[in-house]
């Protein structure tokens, strides 16, 4: 239970994923923003009028899939790295998933590193393909890692062998 | 004796917002802060914050600092700020005494006050708690982020709140290990997307957990925690021992306002406001009508909150001195307005009914 680990249950995190057809034809953005808080810098940072909350900032955001692009901005904007962008239109046997990550050393493309869930425990090798890190993102580099479509629900992090 | 119009104390966010605020209104203020850089907690903070754009929102607390500085900046024909200095008394007839590099001694008298001393840290209480590598939230974010210095190589948190997600998160950041984050209620007290990013990272998270005991003989070299039963009762057998030579001890704030007590401002004991606070109306005037209050002294909340009060103080002190501001109805009606939307939640439903308590109209 989410409230007592810190770990969502596969439902909550099947609840906030758009479907496979809406992955496979492009990139765009998962939510994982489970609770209310006060809090909307993820809408107001999304220049595709995408992410909706409204006058109450303590609403949950809420994603329209259809004028999310993917662009990634929001992700490094969200104090709670609670964004990650999915995008499955460049193959049928993997997808590529993009997450803020502030750690240092930064991986690099082409490097192989540990994929983890969301209770940070080790799934798979996956591959690098990307990482941004331009001052417009303010410290909250983004990492694209190239991962095996069965753990489209799995993966949400990595690990580097030179960190802990 | 020093004359000014408003003395402001304490130069965190609701005191620089105060200071802005008041200099905006035409008031000459003068802002003493007791440490010798500005800004608060906020110094310390590396992470980005929450909260709405108007309160900058995403933006990091030490950058949200820079931003506060600026603006007092331009206001700095009106503002004097004295820094290395800490108000050690407010009496009856208005004057306060404050001690400047620790030996030299001032007398000052405001037409108006405004009390923002923020909070300090609660402790916890269990054998050995004096060990060396025991700390508070506070004097681990001073060490890594003011000073660079890592405080150790294994770190137990105790405390689930914001606070303890935040530091942990800092901590792994410096390179630390966090071994596990423990708390004693049943549910993670802070924001579940602090939680989640820190349990990716493979942080275990305990929850009705508690500290059973410290053990080392020089310094810290285990922790053990136990678990808690239903009525908060430590469970024989439960524990679990962690070889870590930090413990981090997060288990909340308290308002630090032993000044305005001393001034004799009427005072309650508000526990979702997390202790002692001035009842004080709806433009943060306390009973003593020349004392004003903003921030974590009057109630522990956020950054967000805090710096709204403090323009919200800062305005109705000046107000109150007759340097009214030309928009000062349609400014107040914002402040309150912004302030109600922080408020407006259900993770902030403890401060509402707090707020509402301390509130005399
Ligand atoms: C780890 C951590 C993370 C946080 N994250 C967030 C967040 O994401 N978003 C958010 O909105 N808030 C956050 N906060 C809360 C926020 O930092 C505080 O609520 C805010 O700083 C309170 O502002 P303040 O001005 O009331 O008090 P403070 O920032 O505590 O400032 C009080 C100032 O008064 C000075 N002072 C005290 N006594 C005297 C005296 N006698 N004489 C002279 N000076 C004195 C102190 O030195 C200090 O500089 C966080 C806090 C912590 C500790
Ligand atoms: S990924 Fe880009 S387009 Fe999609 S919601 Fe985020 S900022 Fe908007
Ligand atoms: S910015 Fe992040 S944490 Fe804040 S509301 Fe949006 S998704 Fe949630």
């Given at each position: ?28 953005a ?16 999304c ?22 692009i ?11 790295l ?6 499955g ?17 930064l991986?690099k ?39 095996d ?16 | ?28 203020v003068?802002l ?87 909070a ?9 708690n ?22 150790g ?28 984050i ?9 924001y ?6 820190i ?17 080392g ?22 524990e ?7 413990m ?11 000044l ?9 004991y ?24 903003a ?26 001195i ?9 400014k ?20 509402r009914?707090?707020?509402e308590?301390?509130?005399?109209r």
């Amino acid at each position: 239970m989410i409230e007592k680990t810190g770990i969502p249950s596969r439902e909550q995190v099947m609840d906030v994923f758009p479907d496979v057809e809406r992955i496979n034809k492009g990139p765009v953005a998962v939510i994982e923003c489970y609770k209310e808080i006060p809090c909307n810098p993820c809408t107001t940072s999304c220049k595709f009028n995408a992410i909706y909350i409204g006058d109450d900032i303590n609403k949950r955001p809420d994603l329209s899939e259809e004028k999310c692009i993917g662009c990634g901005v929001c992700l490094s904007k969200c104090p709670g790295l609670a964004i990650m962008v999915v995008d499955g239109s460049k193959s049928s046997e993997t997808v590529d998933i993009t997450i803020p990550y502030e750690f240092l050393p930064l991986p690099k493309p082409g490097e192989i590193v540990d994929g983890l869930d969301r209770s940070g425990a080790f799934i798979a090798k996956v591959k690098i393909i990307k990482v941004l890190n331009p001052k417009s993102y303010d410290r909250t580099p983004l990492v694209t890692a190239s991962v095996d479509r069965k753990y489209l629900y799995d993966f949400r992090n990595i690990r580097l062998e030179e960190t802990l | 004796m020093i004359q000014t119009q408003l003395a402001i104390i304490g130069g965190g966010p609701a005191g620089l917002c105060a200071a802005i605020s008041a200099a905006e209104s035409g008031s000459k203020v003068l802002l003493i802060e007791r440490n010798d850089t500005l800004g608060g907690q906020l110094v310390k903070q590396t992470h980005m914050f929450f909260g709405s754009e108007k309160q900058y929102a995403s933006t990091r607390g030490i950058d949200i600092a820079k931003i506060l500085l600026d603006k007092l900046e331009e206001h700095k024909d009106n503002i004097t700020i004295m820094k290395d200095t800490t108000v050690l008394g407010i009496y009856e007839d208005g004057v306060i005494t404050a001690m400047r590099d620790e030996d030299k001694y001032m007398k000052i008298k405001p037409e108006a006050l405004i009390v923002a001393t923020g909070a300090s840290e609660k402790f916890l209480a269990f054998p050995n708690n004096d060990l060396p590598g025991i700390y508070g939230a506070g004097a681990v974010q001073t060490l890594m982020n003011v000073h660079g210095v890592k405080p150790g190589n294994k770190v137990l948190m105790v405390g689930a709140g914001n606070i303890g997600l935040i530091v942990s998160y800092q901590l792994m950041q410096a390179g630390v290990k966090v071994e596990a984050i423990i708390d004693a209620a049943p549910k993670i007290g802070g924001y579940l997307v602090h939680a989640s990013k820190i349990r990716r990272m493979g942080v275990p998270i305990y929850t009705s957990y508690t500290v059973k005991e410290a053990i080392g003989s020089d310094a810290l070299e285990k922790a053990i925690i136990w678990k808690l039963d239903e009525a908060w009762k430590p469970i024989a057998g439960s524990e679990i021992s962690f070889d870590v030579d930090v413990m981090c001890v997060s288990v909340g704030l308290t308002p630090l306002n032993e000044l305005l007590v001393m001034s004799g401002c009427e005072m309650q004991y508000i526990p979702e406001l997390s202790g002692i606070v001035p009842m004080r109306n709806e433009n943060y005037q306390t009973t003593v009508p020349h004392i004003f209050t903003a921030g974590d002294s009057c109630g522990v909340e956020e950054a967000s909150s805090a710096m709204v009060e403090g323009y919200l103080a800062g305005l109705c002190a000046s107000d109150h001195i007759g340097n009214r501001h030309p928009m000062y109805e349609e400014k107040k009606a914002d402040f309150i307005n912004q302030l109600e939307g922080l408020r407006s939640g259900p993770e902030a439903a403890h401060i509402r009914s707090g707020v509402e308590k301390s509130l005399r109209r």
